[in-house]
């Protein structure tokens, strides 16, 4: 049977006939509701999707719901799946899935190649794109309970409904200015699978480390691939665990022994006597034993030549008038790393602005700036660039 737009689907004939209907068309839109405050895992309440023409709701708390015929969708390397802000949606897709979808369009960086800004929340984009309002008193729903009402089922399908629109209306924008290839490469990286690995041992890497000793970077690493199967194990929060700072205190200070422990500061009193600390001293301790082992292996220090006084923010002038000259946010033409290579005199391959498009947009510009062959100034409050 079919469900009505407001009614969720909850029974495999109804799921059928909906992933048939979706296949018809040559993207996806998607978007899920889902709660994770209190766990590792994100707890998925409801998969919200869309083509040209159709629209539905799935309940995937409904345990007789087998959700392969959608996965199936949206494995489907032949249809554009469309999200906005991909990245949380893409990682539950991803463990559904086993590999990242591919391939993707996110709205919220397509929006920064039209112009409509960084990081856009989605009623911002709604708004600006397709001059509507949303209407955001059920944003902060519980939805996991049963029943939901119509007005919340409404407001989850018009996160797909508003999407479906906004993505038409972009894509023919991008076409028409001939910018889709800009960010065709953001878009893609979207896509990997590095970005969704949860790994315990490679967990040291969503951290910063503050030394380079081998001894303290092998606790570190011991003690965050720890905490990562921890949390797993018990599908909490990495932080209801371990904090961040603990981990790195415990690598600077190396306790082994409980009163050692109740000496460090970020390390709640106690907690290595704790059931949640179980494994953690072990942890310690073998990466004591075999340091070459648990050391990430980590990149030559480069001793980077000292930036010229004023270098970066002329590039960072010259960024911003290109940006409002063009209409496109400056985090997508250059970053700041991006700014301070240049600045140092830097032009390999490895810069992004000094390719493509961006190399055409400001790349040939900031490398006159820096020769002399282009100046800037400013005129009734705006910047100007001259050829000398």
């Known amino acids: 049977m079919n469900a009505t737009p407001l009614e969720p689907i909850c029974d495999q004939d109804a799921l059928e006939a909906a992933c048939r209907r979706l296949s018809e068309g040559d993207f996806l839109c998607v978007d899920t509701e889902f709660h994770r405050e209190k766990t590792y895992w994100p707890e998925l309440c409801l998969i919200q999707v869309s083509c040209a023409g159709f629209e539905a709701i799935i309940d995937p708390l409904n345990e007789a719901l087998d959700l392969a015929p959608l996965l199936a969708l949206i494995a489907d390397e032949d ?41 856009v929340s989605y009623d911002n984009l709604v708004q600006r794109v397709l001059r509507r309002r949303l209407d955001k008193s059920s944003q ?35 076409e028409a200015l001939g910018r889709l290839d800009w960010v065709t490469d953001e878009m893609s990286a979207l896509s990997d699978p590095a970005l969704y690995n949860t790994e315990p041992r490679l967990a040291w890497q969503r951290l910063k480390l503050r030394k380079p000793q081998k001894e303290y970077t092998a606790v570190f690493a011991s003690v965050a691939a720890w905490r990562e199967q921890m949390a797993q194990d018990l599908d909490r929060p990495r932080r209801r665990i371990l904090k961040d700072d603990a981990i790195q205190e415990i690598a600077d200070q190396k306790p082994t022994s409980d009163q050692a422990f109740d000496r460090l500061r970020a390390v709640p009193k106690g907690f290595i006597r704790s059931k949640y600390a179980e494994g953690l001293q072990d942890a310690i301790e073998r990466a004591i034993r075999d340091v070459d082992s648990w050391a990430p292996a980590l990149p030559p220090r480069q001793h980077n030549a ?35 290579k240049l600045a140092r005199g830097e ?35 705006t910047v100007r660039l001259f050829e000398l």
């Not at 990682?91 to 086993?98: K, M, P, S």
């Open 306 to 340: 000292e930036l010229p006084a004023g270098a970066p923010e002329m590039l960072k002038v010259l960024l911003k008038a290109v940006s409002d000259e063009e209409n496109v946010v400056p985090r997508l033409i250059a970053n700041a790393a991006d700014i301070d």
């Open 79 to 119: 249809r554009i799946k469309v999200f906005h802000a991909a990245r949380q949606d893409m990682e539950i897709f991803t463990r559904l899935l086993g590999a990242p979808p591919r391939p993707v369009f996110d709205t919220q960086i397509a929006a920064m190649a039209l112009g409509l800004g960084d990081s």
């Open 347 to 381: 032009t390999g391959p490895d810069i992004p602005a000094m390719q493509g498009w961006r190399y055409e947009m400001f790349g040939r510009k900031a490398r006159a700036l820096l020769s002399g062959q282009l100046a800037l100034s400013f005129q009734n409050g």
């Open 140 to 174: 902060f729903t519980d939805w996991k309970r049963r029943p939901l009402t119509d007005k919340q089922l409404s407001y989850a399908l018009g996160d797909v409904t508003h999407l479906r629109d906004a993505y038409l209306k972009m894509m023919g924008q991008l």
